[in-house]
């Protein structure tokens, strides 16, 4: 079965400090990878993806996650983080070659970040 | 607008009574899903839907039940022999199926609470 670790579960932090959310995943087969963030009593939106090729993705809002096959990992970076940030964000998994379970997500805990000015 | 519609936002219900929650999306995707979301647990799996008029138990179904009947709809019910049904709803659709990507598109959520 499909596991998703996220170290994590409070990381607070001062306004334009870097941060690193962790995420690893257990998998026997490849995997698709994605990030999601939540605010306050919404639903999630998908802040980035890795598909295939290269092993650093970023989002439109600055963020970043790079795909370590042999670490298992797929931690998301930020450089310098905005009160705005403040959220949960959940990492995701999808593996292939599981019958009609493919395309199913597993998704971590979550990680609530907050930003204090 | 393209996008997932749930309702009611904020839902309560007394014990012992059957509830559902409405989830609509016009998005045309194949894939429905329902979450269950609890504080420090993130997302777990109800029920899964691939295409009309089929779905598939996720990793808690009990207690719970769904249709899909058309494309755009698949609401979920709340029964009575769920134990503790006070958590937010969530529900998705995906366009790809049979497949391993999948993104998947959330819509703003049901907050049930049961009295």
């Known amino acids: 079965a499909q596991s998703v670790t996220q170290l994590d579960s409070q990381v607070p932090v001062f306004e334009e400090a870097p941060v690193e959310l962790r995420c690893n995943y257990s998998s026997s087969v490849s995997v698709y990878l994605f990030w999601y963030v939540q605010y306050p009593n919404q639903g999630l939106q998908l802040l980035l993806k890795?598909?295939?090729?290269?092993?650093l993705v970023e989002s439109i809002n600055g963020f970043e996650a790079e795909f370590n096959k042999s670490q298992t990992s797929f931690h998301l970076r930020k450089p310098s983080v905005h009160i705005s940030d403040t959220a949960e964000y959940f990492c995701?998994?999808?593996?292939?070659?599981?019958?009609?379970?493919?395309?199913?997500?597993?998704f971590g805990r979550g990680t609530q970040l907050t930003v204090w000015p | 607008d393209g996008g997932i519609t749930q309702s009611p936002k904020y839902l309560f219900r007394k014990e012992g009574q059957n509830v559902t929650l409405s989830c609509e999306q016009n998005?045309?995707?194949?894939?429905m899903y329902w979450y269950r979301q609890d504080p420090g647990q993130g997302l777990r799996l109800i029920y899964y839907?691939?295409?009309?008029?089929?779905?598939q138990k996720g990793d808690i179904a009990e207690g719970y039940s769904v249709s899909r009947e058309k494309k755009e709809s698949f609401p979920l019910t709340v029964t009575s022999a769920q134990k503790n049904p006070t958590a937010f709803y969530l529900c998705a659709s995906g366009s790809e199926v049979g497949r391993a990507y999948n993104e998947q598109f959330f819509g703003p959520g049901t907050r049930l609470t049961v009295l």
């Open positions: 839907s691939q295409i009309v008029n089929d779905f």
């Open positions: 890795y598909l295939s090729g290269s092993t």
């Open positions: 998005l045309n995707h194949d894939a």
């Open positions: 995701a998994v999808s593996e292939a070659g599981r019958g009609s379970t493919l395309g199913r997500l597993y």
